[in-house]
Structures are given as C-alpha cells and as structure tokens.
C-alpha cells in the first residue's frame, strides 16, 4: 500500500538535506578558482636581452638586444 501523506521525520530529513546540499554549494563557489589565463606566444622566446614585462597584457617588450662577442672562441 502506498503513502500518501509524508511523515514529520520524511519532511524533516527532506529540509535537512536542501540545508546541506546549499552549504555544499556555498562551499564550492567559494573554494571556486579561477582559470589561468591563457599562454601567450613569446615572439623574444629563446632570444637574448633585456625586457619588460606588463603583467596587465602579459606581454614581454624588447629593451636592449644581448650583442654577441666580436671576439673567437
């Protein structure tokens, strides 16, 4: 035979597990971290020299070129 009227305790456990169920997503969206950006291409990858980097673009600019050595090895 069926129920068809819910208990006390069946309403009860029922509220109980939506009150954890919000917490736990609480919990998730505040531990919730956010994507690194995306790597950028480095036109100067493997050059030598000086550069400075703008954290905002995260672009690195060329400021002096390393000169190689006139003399032999």
């Known amino acids: ?3 068809t009227t819910a208990s006390s305790e069946d309403v ?3 509220e109980v597990a ?3 169920l919000q917490e736990l997503e ?6 919730s971290v956010e994507a690194p950006a995306p790597m ?3 036109e100067y990858s493997g050059q030598g020299g000086s550069y400075t980097f703008d954290s905002s673009t995260g672009q690195r600019t060329l400021v002096q070129r390393t000169q190689h ?3 032999p090895r």
Do not use: K
């Open 1 to 3: 035979m069926a129920r």
């Open 69 to 71: 050595s006139d003399t």
């Open 12 to 14: 009860l456990s029922s």
């Open 18 to 20: 939506e009150d954890n």
């Open 40 to 42: 950028l291409i480095d």
């Open 26 to 31: 609480q919990e998730a969206a505040a531990e």
